[in-house]
């Protein structure tokens, strides 16, 4: 199981920092993957990292803005966002499995939090 936190609102420019727990699975045998869906579009990988963390997809709305890292001992990935604009407003998934910015790549996700970034 796989629990999302951190989401909220945010001004333009600012950061969020989102966290993802995991208990059942061991986050560092898989990929992990961050995606985020705004009603009426598809569900978009925006990160995703391989299991030994080698290769990274930054979806181009998200290079340089945002980073993704492990607590292995806390079973917890993080999605560290800043600069934040208006259109990253969107409920963030987590998910864990192969390395891909495909949904079916992934077993296991999260339920989602809300990230909202107005003035």
């Known amino acids: 199981q796989l629990v999302e936190s951190g989401g909220g609102l945010v001004q333009p420019g600012g950061s969020l920092r989102l966290s993802c727990a995991a208990s059942g699975v061991s986050l560092n045998n898989y990929a992990i993957g961050w995606f985020r869906q705004v009603p009426g579009k598809k569900r978009e990988g925006v990160l995703c990292?391989?299991?030994?963390?080698?290769?990274?997809f930054y979806a181009d709305s998200t290079e340089g803005r945002f980073t993704i890292s492990r607590d292995d001992a806390k079973n917890t990935v993080y999605l560290q966002m800043n600069s934040l604009k208006p259109e990253d407003t969107a409920v963030y998934y987590c998910a864990a499995g192969s390395y891909g910015t495909s949904r079916s790549a992934y077993d296991y996700w999260g339920q989602g939090t809300q990230v909202t970034v107005s003035s």
């Open positions: 990292i391989d299991s030994i963390d080698r290769d990274t």
